[in-house]
């Protein structure tokens, strides 16, 4: 027998020895998720209606608000600058608006063309949907929060930062706010998802105290700190301007958060 076929023989056992059984399987958990919450994040940053949300509204509301307030003499019953009130309110305001508007309106037309549907029957489970999810929004509102300190900043704000009280204003707005924007997404049509995950926030945003303190609605404002927006509004700007943190709105957070992710769970519409 010639060297090629006893190469050709020795080969063809290797081959026979091998294991070619198939092993099918998706990729571990943790990479799942980053992958998932990858692709959220820039989806979010590449739609237009999202930006503009996320961040062309907050700085305009935040350049506008200290502009205006100073050329018209704005009195508040805090004596420090506007900049650093209107600071602190704009950055709670971005975290609602990507918490709440933005992820209810993409929910909603995710169920509207399938996505979700489909998204199901891959190798990620429910829970590492939502936890990609959770991880997008806290990536964009990381951009969120240097854009809107830069340009606060540059208007003359002085933070003086309780990184403690900041960081769980922004985690517990983000749960209460989500939950709340999958309710609305998971129980209404997309079309009227739009519509009212846009209304709910201008509302919150006017009335809901999360701009400006609660001291500024007069009367109100007794039932303005019950409110999810005016809860975060005051925790941020507990952290912001004395460095402290805001127990009491952000229990109200939680509260909101807990009744919200129960009635999601419980009126959830995947298709």
């Known amino acids: 027998?010639?060297?090629?076929?006893?190469?050709?023989?020795?080969?063809?056992?290797?081959?026979?020895?091998?294991?070619?059984?198939p092993h099918p399987g998706g990729a571990p958990f943790f990479r799942q998720v980053l992958a998932q919450a990858s692709m959220?994040?820039?989806?979010?940053?590449?739609?237009?209606e999202q930006l503009l949300l996320a961040v062309v509204i907050p700085?305009?509301?935040?350049?506008?608000?200290?502009?205006?307030?100073?050329?018209?003499?704005l009195k508040l019953t805090d004596p420090r600058p506007l900049v650093d009130i209107f600071t602190p309110g704009v950055i709670?305001?971005?975290?609602?608006?990507?918490?709440?508007?933005?992820?209810?309106?993409?929910?909603?037309?995710?169920?509207?063309?399938?996505?979700?549907?489909?998204?199901?029957?891959?190798?990620?489970?429910?829970?590492?949907?939502?936890?990609?999810?959770?991880?997008?929004?806290?990536?964009?509102?990381?951009?969120?929060?240097?854009?809107?300190?830069?340009?606060?900043?540059?208007?003359?704000?002085?933070p003086r930062?309780?990184?403690?009280?900041?960081?769980?204003?922004?985690?517990?707005?983000?749960?209460?706010?989500?939950?709340?924007?999958?309710l609305v997404a998971g129980t209404l049509r997309a079309e009227a998802t739009l519509a009212a995950a846009n209304l709910i926030y201008l509302l919150l945003m006017a009335g809901g105290a999360v701009v400006l303190p609660i001291s500024a609605y007069g009367s109100f404002g007794d039932v303005a700190r019950w409110l999810p927006s005016g809860a975060l509004g005051e925790a941020m700007r507990s952290a912001f301007l004395d460095a402290d943190i805001a127990w009491r709105d952000l229990g109200?957070?939680?509260?909101?958060?807990?009744?919200g992710t129960v009635l999601t769970a419980r009126t959830f519409k995947w298709e």
């Not at 027998?1 to 006893?6: G, K, R, V, Y």
């Not at 971005?94 to 029957?121: D, N, P």
């Not at 109200?252 to 009744?259: D, E, I, P, S, Y």
């Open 1 to 21: 027998m010639s060297d090629a076929s006893t190469r050709l023989d020795t080969s063809l056992r290797d081959a026979t020895a091998l294991d070619l059984t």
């Open 40 to 48: 959220e994040a820039r989806l979010m940053l590449r739609n237009g």
């Open 59 to 73: 700085v305009l509301i935040l350049v506008g608000g200290v502009t205006a307030g100073e050329h018209l003499d």
């Open 92 to 158: 709670a305001l971005a975290v609602m608006s990507t918490s709440f508007t933005s992820l209810a309106i993409a929910t909603g037309f995710e169920r509207r063309y399938g996505v979700i549907k489909r998204l199901g029957a891959s190798p990620l489970p429910r829970s590492g949907l939502l936890l990609g999810k959770i991880l997008a929004l806290l990536a964009v509102q990381l951009v969120q929060i240097i854009v809107i300190g830069a340009v606060g900043q540059a208007l003359g704000w002085t």
């Open 161 to 182: 930062a309780g990184a403690i009280g900041a960081f769980l204003a922004v985690g517990l707005g983000t749960a209460a706010f989500a939950a709340l924007g999958l």
């Open 252 to 259: 109200v957070l939680a509260v909101w958060a807990v009744v």
